[in-house]
């Protein structure tokens, strides 16, 4: 269901284009490429993609999309999980443009967001004393993972069709209780999955596909 709705959400965002010329701005593709370095020694893997489309002179309207993996390997626990994410949101510009190509931004914003998650058979190994060495088997488990974020941060034109910027967000997971019982280390758009809650960074490049003055 949620690869369904992601497939119709990415050719809205690309047909934006072409079925709005007047009142679109511009549409913008990007990567985080903060992830992708930060996640390259680690067990964590995260890629996530963002497509934004100014339709008014300072609200983008954005779709984020993304998958990842992790893994929890040591003598007493085995287990891995990988996900997929969408998210759907706006972003606020906080400042006024110098001229009518000026689309430098210092915004805020927030994002809906939702993943499925798979977490395979989790392994484990106890001992004690007086019961000796036990070894059992969680079953693999599928989860619905709701949250809610709130953002902010800056994105500048470094090429006429290249931009790059930084984004700060707080998150909120709706039913963090279902993952109480060997919770994913991490999941790929969110972070952290031992709390509700999570600080993330993000550090993206971008490529206008589409691009033209603000008082058109």
């Known amino acids: 269901m949620l690869n369904c709705i992601i497939r119709i959400l990415l050719l809205a965002f690309?047909?934006?284009?072409?079925?709005?010329?007047?009142?679109?701005?511009?549409?913008?593709?990007?990567?985080?490429?903060?992830?992708?370095?930060?996640?390259?020694?680690?067990?964590?893997?995260?890629?996530?993609?963002?497509?934004?489309?100014?339709?008014?002179?300072?609200?983008?309207?954005?779709?984020?999309?993304?998958?990842?993996?992790?893994?929890?390997?040591?003598s007493l626990l085995n287990y891995t999980t990988s996900n997929r994410f969408i998210k759907l949101g706006l972003d606020k510009s906080l400042l006024i443009p110098i001229s009518n190509k000026d689309l430098d931004i210092a915004f805020v914003g927030f994002r809906l967001a939702a993943s499925t998650i798979n977490r395979s058979n989790g392994e484990y190994n106890t001992s004690n004393s007086f019961w000796g060495a036990t070894r059992g088997i969680v079953p693999s488990a599928r989860f619905f993972a709701p949250w809610f974020e709130f953002l902010g941060g800056i994105k500048v034109?470094?090429?006429?069709?290249?931009?790059?910027?930084?984004?700060?967000?707080?998150?909120?997971?709706?039913?963090?209780?279902?993952?109480?019982?060997?919770?994913?280390?991490?999941?790929?758009?969110?972070?952290?999955?031992s709390n509700a809650t999570a600080f993330d960074f993000n550090f993206y490049i971008g490529y206008k596909l589409f691009c033209k003055s603000l008082r058109k």
């Open 14 to 74: 690309i047909a934006i284009p072409t079925l709005a010329q007047d009142s679109v701005k511009q549409v913008r593709v990007s990567t985080d490429i903060a992830k992708l370095i930060t996640n390259t020694n680690s067990s964590n893997k995260d890629v996530q993609l963002a497509i934004d489309a100014l339709l008014m002179k300072d609200t983008y309207y954005t779709l984020e999309l993304g998958q990842g993996s992790s893994s929890v390997d040591n």
């Open 157 to 193: 034109d470094v090429l006429p069709s290249i931009t790059a910027g930084w984004t700060l967000r707080w998150k909120f997971m709706f039913n963090h209780a279902q993952l109480s019982e060997l919770p994913p280390a991490y999941i790929a758009g969110f972070g952290n999955a």
